[in-house]
């Protein structure tokens, strides 16, 4: 299984960003997905769309599945210390994979 991720970049406070993430290989339908930085939850969701968040990111982030492969966070009002790079994780029969990372840089 491997994971692509895709939409970081750099952007102002108070901006906005998407990310996006794809899984390829052998994923099956039940899964969990997310994104991480520096090893904090961001948000995650279920197969079955349940989500999750971090608390600094609840009310500006949103994480949504576009099937059991990919997975979008939309990132508003961002903050400077929202500032790092995300990985995007899959949770599969209890093991995990990560993407390579994107960086996102919010200037004050």
């Known amino acids: 299984v491997q994971l692509v991720e895709s939409g970081g970049g750099s952007v102002q406070a108070g901006g906005s960003l998407r990310l996006s993430c794809t899984a390829s290989?052998?994923?099956?339908?039940?899964?969990?997905m997310g994104w991480y930085r520096q090893q904090q939850l961001v948000a995650s969701i279920t197969n079955d769309g349940?989500?999750?968040?971090?608390d600094s990111v609840k009310g500006r982030f949103t994480i949504s599945r576009g099937g059991a492969k990919t997975i979008d966070l939309q990132m508003n009002s961002l903050k400077p210390e929202d500032t790092g790079v995300y990985y995007c994780?899959?949770?599969?029969?209890?093991?995990?994979?990560w993407g390579r990372g994107t960086l996102v840089t919010v200037s004050s």
């Open positions: 994780n899959l949770k599969m029969y209890g093991m995990d994979t």
């Open positions: 349940i989500s999750n968040y971090g």
């Open positions: 290989g052998g994923v099956v339908s039940i899964n969990t």
